[in-house]
């Protein structure tokens, strides 16, 4: 699809470097028109280096918020599509306004922590394209003929916050009889990257408000009042206040709190701070429009006559259908898969972020490939990870490498961010399209992601002569606790599974090179038992992350893997000790090798460490690290996030081995759904329930133990075909009527 219309911007302010900590005053544009007709469609496309908040004759085009998105500007533009039919009349108004977003504003994290990424100025492209019902067509772009001005946006930034003083509001600006008067000509911009840039229209849902609280005052003193939002969200505070002209309101926000007071040092560099200057004149509204934070706690603090009338915690991420539900009779696994899934819509804003709360919020590769299967059983994530997919292959190296993170932030040095083929980050490209095709069905993304994937290969193939891959990386079984797995060890893995991965994609679309693949991934099989494993099955650095990836990617059998995770939860008293990496096998990992046990302790334990550990100690969301918070040490110093969604890996464990519920690979779609439940015959977990919604319909899934046996009920639609297994388990007796399918079982 062409885009002819020209790049428009307004200078608000002195030219703001990448160290300056503010940007200038949000730019506001606006464009009359008059209709030659009766319309029969009205459509509007809109692109920005910034994001944006649309109007037509007085009203929000959309609900969205930070369109259009953040992309590799440098490699694709952004495009919004709305239809604007309904919105129109004889005489018109189109107004914009927007803010500084991904492109103009702060990205990156800690040590390259910088302004002006893409863009050191906001600039806007936009085309109305109208349909009349003669047949006429009629396009309204922007130009210089736009009118522009600033207004009561004196600056905005996703991480600082934003800026407001209702004395300069505008007024309504997007109606045609506005007084413009004292506005200005807008400048047309020589768009500084490449007319050839591919421009699309972002087939993705957009970022919306989702779900609303009303925060609790939990503290009062003088003119400050502290708020518990009561979960741990992304989004906003809407206030309404009253009071005198040039009164001022200052919010602050946090995840915690540190002896009763806002905890805000782990958000490093990001103030996370809204600043709301009052026009005096009545009731007024703040909703800041360009900023997003992750917070449980707002602190207000007003200074001068302010009356806070009332507040509402707006929680808002991409909108993505529900697709869904897990529960079970023990509360503690209840809250984990809540905060599992609160997580989930927290960081899923526009790209698959790992926290949304400090100096950072980046869309790192291994944390999005550890999560797929999770999100997708949570909610339809199909059109999120194909947009994802294109931002990892749009900074795929030359040599072949995926970075740990995309979009790459192009401020200061990201060599930090590896650039260094990190295992389990790397593999982002073949694990996401592989699992994404077994849930979905589409051939469309192994087409679009397999070439990434055998350039990786390539590179791993030449820079791994004899299929071991050396100590490279720099993050491994991340966060994990107690005795570090080998990297070269977790490398190689990696390895082995990206073959295996390309193989299996290559015989989807019936590549001629899936066999070359196969015999890759039996030759770095090989390689590794030879290197790494001793005569008696021990993995060098002996992990229980080790086992449990090596058994899931085939590279150790069933007893060699059941031998050694028995001897090591026996050395580490029961404890777990896996990071990043080993958290997604672990506990699927357990039940099929024969030590279920352990899983349904792991799972309902809380003690530390642990996910009941940080669900007893008040998480709404789940912790980046298993001690981010502990009695003894109290919150954990540097880097850390209550509100990462890693470690929630489990919720694939409790669709598929708790409820049972497995989509095939071979008859992707969900068209084939193997269900093989592994009961907690610990009697820790007595019942659970849950559903998964597919394009055929809804799967439900309700198991309980009784006084004599296990009863399991399935209902699935008729065009699905399922075949059941039950681990360690006898039928006594079954029966299926109109797809339900019941069945009562007693231990083998």
């Given at each position: 699809?062409?885009?002819?219309?020209?790049?428009?911007?307004?200078?608000?302010?002195?030219?703001?470097?990448?160290?300056?900590k503010?940007?200038?005053?949000?730019?506001?544009?606006?464009?009359?028109?008059?209709?030659?007709?009766?319309?029969?469609?009205?459509?509007?496309?809109?692109?920005?280096?910034?994001?944006?908040?649309?109007?037509?004759?007085?009203?929000?085009?959309?609900?969205?918020?930070?369109?259009?998105?953040?992309?590799?500007?440098?490699k694709?533009?952004?495009?919004?599509?709305?239809?604007?039919?309904?919105?129109?009349?004889?005489?018109?108004?189109?107004?914009?306004?927007?803010?500084?977003?991904?492109?103009?504003?702060?990205?990156?994290?800690?040590?390259?922590?910088?302004?002006?990424?893409?863009?050191?100025?906001?600039?806007?492209?936009?085309?109305?394209?109208?349909?009349?019902?003669?047949?006429?067509?009629?396009?309204?772009?922007?130009?210089?003929?736009?009118?522009?001005?600033?207004?009561?946006?004196l600056?905005?930034?996703?991480?600082?916050?934003?800026?407001?003083?209702?004395?300069?509001?505008?007024?309504?600006?997007?109606?045609?009889?506005?007084?413009?008067?004292n506005?200005?000509?807008?400048?047309?911009?020589?768009?500084?990257?490449?007319?050839?840039?591919?421009?699309?229209?972002?087939?993705?849902?957009?970022?919306?408000?989702?779900?609303?609280?009303?925060?609790?005052?939990?503290?009062?003193?003088e003119?400050?009042?502290?708020?518990?939002?009561?979960?741990?969200?992304?989004?906003?505070?809407?206030?309404?206040?009253?009071?005198?002209?040039?009164?001022?309101?200052?919010?602050?926000?946090g995840?915690?709190?540190?002896?009763?007071?806002?905890?805000?040092?782990?958000?490093?560099g990001?103030?996370?701070?809204?600043?709301?200057?009052?026009?005096?004149?009545?009731?007024?509204?703040?909703?800041?429009?360009?900023?997003?934070?992750?917070?449980?706690?707002?602190?207000?603090k007003?200074?001068?006559n302010?009356?806070?009338?009332?507040?509402?915690?707006?929680?808002?991420?991409?909108?993505l259908?529900?697709?869904?539900?897990?529960?079970?009779?023990?509360?503690?696994?209840?809250?984990i898969?809540?905060?599992?899934?609160?997580?989930?819509r927290?960081?899923?804003?526009?790209?698959?972020t790992?926290?949304?709360?400090?100096?950072?919020?980046?869309?790192?590769?291994?944390?999005?490939?550890?999560?797929?299967?999770?999100?997708?059983?949570?909610?339809?994530?199909?059109?999120f990870?194909?947009?994802?997919?294109?931002?990892?292959?749009?900074?795929?190296?030359?040599?072949?490498?995926?970075?740990?993170?995309?979009?790459?932030?192009?401020?200061?040095?990201?060599?930090?961010?590896?650039?260094?083929?990190?295992?389990?980050?790397?593999?982002?490209?073949?694990?996401?399209?592989?699992?994404?095709?077994?849930?979905?069905?589409?051939?469309?993304?192994?087409?679009?992601?397999?070439?990434?994937?055998?350039?990786?290969?390539?590179?791993?193939?030449?820079?791994?002569?004899?299929?071991?891959?050396?100590?490279?990386?720099?993050?491994?079984?991340?966060?994990?606790?107690?005795?570090?797995?080998?990297?070269s060890?977790?490398?190689t893995?990696?390895?082995?599974?990206?073959?295996?991965?390309?193989?299996?994609?290559?015989?989807?679309?019936?590549?001629?090179?899936?066999?070359?693949?196969?015999?890759?991934?039996?030759?770095?099989?090989?390689?590794?038992?030879?290197?790494?494993?001793?005569?008696?099955?021990?993995?060098f650095?002996?992990?229980?992350?080790?086992?449990?990836?090596?058994?899931?990617f085939?590279?150790?059998?069933?007893?060699?893997?059941?031998?050694?995770?028995?001897?090591?939860?026996?050395?580490?008293?029961?404890?777990?000790t896996?990071?990043?990496?080993?958290?997604?096998?672990?506990?699927?990992?357990?039940?099929?090798?024969?030590?279920?046990?352990?899983?349904?302790?792991?799972?309902?334990?809380?003690?530390?460490?642990?996910?009941?550990?940080?669900?007893?100690?008040?998480?709404?969301?789940?912790?980046?690290?298993?001690?981010?918070?502990?009695?003894?040490?109290?919150?954990k110093?540097?880097?850390?996030?209550?509100?990462?969604?890693?470690?929630?890996?489990?919720?694939?464990?409790?669709?598929?081995?708790?409820?049972?519920?497995?989509?095939?690979?071979?008859?992707?779609?969900?068209?084939k759904?193997?269900?093989?439940?592994?009961?907690?015959?610990?009697?820790?977990?007595?019942?659970?329930?849950?559903?998964?919604?597919?394009?055929?319909?809804?799967?439900?899934?309700?198991?309980?133990?009784?006084?004599?046996?296990?009863?399991?009920?399935?209902?699935?639609?008729?065009?699905?075909?399922?075949?059941?297994?039950?681990?360690?388990?006898?039928?006594?007796?079954?029966?299926?009527?109109?797809g339900?399918?019941?069945?009562?079982?007693?231990?083998?």
């Amino acid at each position: 699809m062409l885009f002819e219309s020209k790049w428009i911007y307004y200078t608000t302010g002195q030219y703001k470097s990448a160290d300056d900590k503010y940007g200038n005053p949000s730019p506001y544009f606006r464009q009359t028109f008059k209709l030659k007709g009766k319309v029969a469609k009205a459509t509007l496309f809109a692109s920005a280096l910034g994001v944006f908040k649309i109007y037509i004759n007085g009203s929000e085009v959309s609900c969205d918020y930070l369109s259009p998105g953040w992309v590799n500007y440098r490699k694709k533009l952004p495009f919004m599509q709305y239809d604007v039919t309904n919105m129109l009349c004889d005489k018109n108004a189109i107004g914009a306004v927007l803010g500084d977003g991904w492109a103009v504003g702060h990205l990156g994290s800690n040590y390259a922590f910088k302004r002006n990424g893409y863009s050191d100025r906001i600039e806007f492209t936009a085309i109305l394209r109208i349909e009349y019902e003669d047949g006429s067509k009629e396009e309204i772009t922007t130009d210089e003929t736009w009118r522009a001005s600033a207004g009561a946006i004196l600056r905005s930034d996703i991480y600082m916050g934003e800026y407001i003083d209702n004395r300069l509001n505008l007024g309504d600006f997007s109606i045609f009889d506005y007084d413009d008067s004292n506005w200005n000509a807008a400048s047309e911009s020589v768009f500084k990257f490449s007319r050839n840039l591919y421009a699309e229209v972002i087939d993705i849902p957009p970022i919306v408000v989702k779900h609303t609280f009303k925060p609790v005052l939990i503290k009062k003193s003088e003119n400050t009042y502290l708020y518990d939002v009561t979960q741990n969200i992304s989004g906003v505070l809407r206030c309404v206040f009253k009071g005198e002209k040039g009164a001022k309101v200052v919010l602050r926000h946090g995840e915690v709190l540190s002896e009763g007071e806002l905890y805000t040092e782990n958000l490093r560099g990001a103030e996370a701070t809204d600043t709301y200057v009052l026009s005096g004149d009545g009731e007024e509204v703040f909703r800041p429009l360009f900023t997003f934070h992750g917070f449980q706690f707002a602190e207000i603090k007003t200074e001068g006559n302010v009356e806070i009338i009332d507040i509402t915690a707006e929680a808002m991420y991409t909108d993505l259908k529900s697709n869904g539900s897990f529960s079970c009779n023990d509360k503690i696994v209840n809250k984990i898969y809540q905060n599992a899934l609160w997580g989930q819509r927290d960081n899923f804003l526009n790209v698959p972020t790992d926290c949304p709360q400090r100096d950072e919020r980046l869309g790192w590769t291994g944390d999005a490939q550890i999560f797929c299967q999770s999100a997708m059983f949570n909610m339809d994530c199909r059109k999120f990870y194909e947009k994802y997919l294109s931002d990892v292959r749009d900074e795929q190296l030359g040599n072949g490498v995926i970075p740990v993170v995309a979009p790459v932030p192009p401020v200061g040095s990201y060599s930090y961010t590896g650039y260094d083929a990190s295992a389990g980050w790397c593999e982002a490209i073949g694990e996401i399209p592989y699992i994404h095709y077994k849930m979905y069905g589409d051939k469309k993304i192994v087409r679009d992601n397999l070439p990434a994937l055998k350039k990786l290969l390539d590179y791993y193939k030449k820079e791994s002569p004899d299929y071991i891959r050396g100590y490279v990386g720099r993050y491994g079984d991340w966060l994990s606790l107690g005795k570090t797995t080998d990297l070269s060890v977790l490398s190689t893995l990696y390895y082995a599974r990206a073959a295996y991965l390309a193989a299996e994609l290559c015989a989807v679309v019936k590549d001629y090179e899936e066999e070359y693949y196969a015999n890759l991934y039996t030759s770095v099989t090989a390689a590794f038992r030879e290197k790494f494993v001793d005569a008696e099955g021990k993995i060098f650095s002996d992990t229980q992350s080790a086992y449990v990836i090596a058994y899931s990617f085939g590279i150790i059998d069933k007893e060699t893997a059941r031998k050694h995770l028995a001897r090591k939860f026996e050395e580490d008293n029961g404890k777990l000790t896996t990071g990043f990496l080993g958290i997604r096998f672990l506990l699927p990992a357990l039940c099929e090798v024969g030590l279920r046990d352990i899983a349904y302790q792991l799972i309902t334990s809380k003690e530390f460490p642990g996910w009941g550990y940080s669900v007893v100690n008040g998480a709404t969301t789940i912790w980046e690290r298993w001690d981010s918070y502990t009695e003894k040490d109290g919150i954990k110093k540097g880097m850390n996030s209550f509100n990462h969604y890693s470690l929630g890996s489990c919720t694939e464990w409790m669709y598929a081995y708790c409820l049972g519920i497995c989509p095939s690979f071979d008859k992707p779609g969900c068209k084939k759904v193997r269900f093989a439940p592994y009961f907690d015959v610990s009697g820790k977990i007595t019942s659970a329930n849950g559903y998964y919604d597919t394009k055929y319909g809804r799967i439900t899934v309700e198991w309980k133990k009784t006084d004599k046996c296990y009863i399991y009920e399935v209902s699935i639609p008729m065009e699905i075909e399922c075949e059941y297994e039950f681990p360690k388990m006898k039928v006594v007796n079954s029966s299926s009527k109109n797809g339900t399918y019941y069945f009562e079982l007693v231990e083998a």
